[in-house]
């Protein structure tokens, strides 16, 4: 699956996803950071779930009604386990994330709004 990470995620989940066979792509390296309309723009334009611990990302979909191709919000994941946390979200939600769903990620649940 084609994915691209949000700044605030950390760095190392690059590596995680890609042994997974996904193509990643991480805002981190950007300089500057190109804020969250930018990042959403830019990872629709290449059909890429959106992976951030942010919720303005959320509300820029749903209130504002920007287009996307999934997004994954992390809540309260440590840097070092987000990788095995997103492998296993990419996994098990493949076709509600393909379908546009935006997937709100703990460590005991995931709440799924799909697509309007």
Not at 43 to 52: E, M, P, S
Not at 65 to 81: A, F, S, Y
């Amino acid at each position: 699956m084609k994915v691209l990470l949000d700044t605030c995620v950390w760095g190392g989940v690059v590596a995680t996803l890609a042994a997974a066979g996904h193509d990643v792509r991480w805002t981190g390296e950007l300089e500057p950071d190109p804020g969250d309309e930018a990042i959403m723009h830019s990872a629709y334009g290449d059909g890429r779930v959106l992976i951030t611990l942010d919720k303005d990302f959320g509300e820029l979909a749903i209130v504002y009604g920007k287009p996307h191709c999934g997004i994954i919000r992390l809540v309260n994941i440590p840097g070092r386990q987000q990788g095995p946390y997103c492998v296993n979200v990419l996994q098990r939600f493949e076709s509600p994330l393909i379908q546009g769903a935006i997937l709100t990620v703990t460590s005991d649940r995931v709440r799924i709004r799909p697509a309007h």
